[in-house]
């Protein structure tokens, strides 16, 4: 136990005179938490709404004081005609049109909606607020209560994905980069042949980035929750445990990486190959895996951080128990054993 100790300590040392390395691990972690959290969002705001209206009643008064008081949308211009409307949208003027027609039938106007529909997710999210905010605008308000996320942020869905990309991400490619670049300095060759046992200097190389990926899942949470906002509704015990499940089986893959990578540009690219798009793409991590065709929802059950994301969603924001999340912890730790029993199994104890 004492010579894992210093195996650790010298690989801790290692790892902290790397100022590069460094800044990568806890830097990279804040400038995406406050990219994702502020700049990169899909909340509905400032939409440039153009009024058309022919007949004004008190209906269409109050459906654009409606608006007009909205959070959401800012009335741009009036305009006696829907042509003159679809003009300025294609002269990039607005975004959307709301055109109150009468009808034939006394006592009845048809409300009418022209939108950009060049961006079809942003088109259909304004016209699902428009309809919202003037909902029964000639009657009684219709009240919407939006359980757990009711200011409707994105940070609530970035957060945990964010987290699952960076602590793939930083304990996969670190790790293998770090062994490749022993094994092509000949440092690996001192290490295989000294007394200690080979596995042990595997585990002791891993150490040091399972603090540290602990360090920065701290750093992110604090951040979500002082800066951002974004609730911890579950208990923090939980989301530490499944956490360090979900770090175990980054630093497995980062091993298996090291098998295969004979140089670290090659450990780089199979990092980014089979991590980095697979998370982007396939996790949930943007797009939504009930809203991808069968073939790929059956490639994303292959992607961990699909269910680390999905654990962390319910944990912090929806606060259930560790019950409502069984499936994907069982998951993620038959993963876990997977990954770790071949990555283990195929290290080699003599380098060619």
């Not at 957060?159 to 990309?165: E, L, R, S, T, Y």
């Not at 499944?242 to 540009?265: D, R, T």
């Not at 876990?336 to 283990?344: C, H, I, K, Q, S």
């Amino acid at each position: 136990m004492k010579v894992f100790r210093g195996l650790v300590l010298k690989e801790c040392l290692h790892v902290v005179r790397d100022v590069r390395t460094m800044l990568v691990l806890f830097g990279m972690p804040v400038v995406l938490m406050l990219l994702f959290g502020f700049a990169l969002t899909n909340d509905v705001r400032n939409v440039r709404v153009v009024l058309v209206s022919c007949h004004a009643d008190d209906g269409w008064r109050y459906a654009v004081d409606r608006l007009a008081n909205s959070q959401y949308f800012d009335v741009m211009a009036n305009v006696s005609t829907p042509s003159e409307a679809e003009r300025m949208i294609r002269d990039q003027k607005a975004d959307m049109a709301m055109v109150w027609a009468s009808d034939h039938v006394p006592g009845y106007q048809r409300l009418q909606l022209i939108v950009d529909g060049s961006d079809p997710n942003m088109a259909r999210q304004w016209v699902a607020y428009a309809q919202q905010t003037m909902a029964n605008a000639q009657s009684t308000p219709v009240i919407t209560n939006m359980l757990y996320n009711p200011q409707m942020k994105s940070a609530y869905n970035f957060v945990p994905a964010i987290m699952g990309m960076l602590l793939m991400l930083m304990c996969a490619m670190m790790t293998s980069v770090s062994i490749v670049r022993e094994k092509e300095r000949g440092t690996m060759e001192v290490l295989l042949v000294s007394p200690v046992r080979p596995l042990m200097v595997m585990a002791a190389k891993c150490v040091p980035y399972m603090v540290m990926a602990f360090a920065v899942l701290a750093c992110m949470l604090l951040m979500a929750r002082l800066v951002l906002g974004v609730p911890l509704s579950g208990s923090v015990v939980w989301i530490i445990v499944v956490s360090a499940i979900y770090i175990l089986l980054a630093l497995s893959l980062g091993l298996l990486i090291s098998n295969i990578a004979a140089s670290q540009l090659m450990a780089l690219l199979l990092s980014a190959m089979v991590l980095l798009m697979p998370i982007v793409m396939l996790s949930g991590m943007i797009f939504p895996i009930e809203s991808m065709p069968e073939v790929l929802q059956w490639v994303s059950a292959a992607v961990p951080p699909r269910y680390y994301i999905e654990t962390m969603r319910k944990l912090m924001v929806m606060g259930v128990g560790i019950g409502e999340v069984a499936r994907e912890v069982a998951i993620l730790s038959g993963m876990t054993l997977l990954v770790l029993t071949v990555a283990l199994g195929s290290f080699k104890n003599r380098l060619e």
